[in-house]
């Protein structure tokens, strides 16, 4: 329902991730369109496709963008942006927008880091924590425990909750490596695929809630990543930290993007924009 035509100001945000990449456009700060697809070996490919990817079903000319911010791990290997920006910062400001200017506490877990980010009400950084590199408790760890299933990744959350009996504990080992030795060896005890997932669901709960504590969760919670969508891990962490989380009806996956896009918009407004 945009006229993108009658906009003063066309901005974009290409987050450019380990495992998955997103483009959002924006009008005049309102989300135009947007794509999400997997990062592949070549970043600066990928970070192309995305955008190409989210202007694809509009009739809005690439050209017609007065700005581009590149963020996520791969942010320097975005060439048409126009600046870059850092993937916290743009998590915060983008869940300002998805999930309203009361959110305090932004929890990101990409694919390959756990961020937990204060912020206040006009999505600016306040304070925040990142986990160590391990892949522990990460879109990349849950990615890898996945295919050792043989289970699509999607699945993993609901199916964790149909074991038979008590809920089992957490696995041992929050290294990847060594969960996964761990989760074969469960299975060749006689554990269902049900309550190793339900295990290892726990385990990336608890390796979460680690950081949360350390930081210290505020009211409102937000959750943004793919992560959001595992309701394995989710219904299990929020117990831990004690808060509602909010819900959203926009793709919690874009809010990198869309935070990359609203500073782009900013640049814009102090006159800054690509110049037509």
């Not at 509009?58 to 791990?73: F, Q, S």
């Not at 993937?87 to 937990?116: M, S, W």
């Not at 999505?123 to 425990?145: I, P, S, W, Y």
Request: hydrophobic share 40%.
């Amino acid at each position: 329902d945009i006229d993108w035509k009658g906009a003063k100001v066309i901005s974009a945000g290409v987050d450019v991730g380990s495992v998955s990449s997103q483009a959002v456009i924006m009008a005049d700060g309102q989300l135009y369109a947007y794509a999400s697809m997997r990062t592949g070996s070549d970043s600066p490919n990928s970070a192309r496709k995305a955008l190409k990817f989210a202007l694809e079903t509009t009739d809005l000319p690439e050209k017609r963008l007065d700005y581009c911010v590149g963020t996520g791990y791969g942010r320097i290997n975005v060439p048409f942006a126009d600046r870059t920006v850092t993937e916290i910062a743009c998590h915060a400001r983008g869940a300002n927008f998805i999930y309203g200017p009361g959110v305090r506490t932004v929890l990101d877990v990409g694919g390959q880091d756990i961020k937990a980010i204060q912020c206040d009400e006009k999505g600016k950084v306040v304070h925040f924590l990142m986990n160590d590199k391990c892949a522990a408790g990460t879109g990349r760890g849950m990615e890898v425990f996945s295919d050792l299933l043989g289970v699509p990744i999607v699945e993993v959350g609901e199916r964790s909750f149909a074991f038979e009996g008590a809920e089992p504990a957490a696995v041992t080992n929050s290294c990847v490596v060594y969960a996964k030795s761990e989760a074969t060896a469960l299975l060749r005890k006689g554990w269902s695929l049900e309550a190793v997932m339900a295990a290892y669901c726990k385990a990336m709960a608890e390796r979460i809630y680690e950081l949360i504590e350390r930081l210290g969760a505020r009211a409102e919670f937000a959750v943004t990543g793919g992560m959001a969508k595992n309701c394995g891990v989710m219904d299990r962490l929020m117990p831990m930290v004690g808060l509602e989380r909010l819900l959203t009806r926009w793709d919690t996956q874009i809010a990198g993007a869309v935070g990359a896009a609203l500073f782009g918009l900013k640049m814009c407004q102090k006159g800054k924009g690509r110049k037509r």
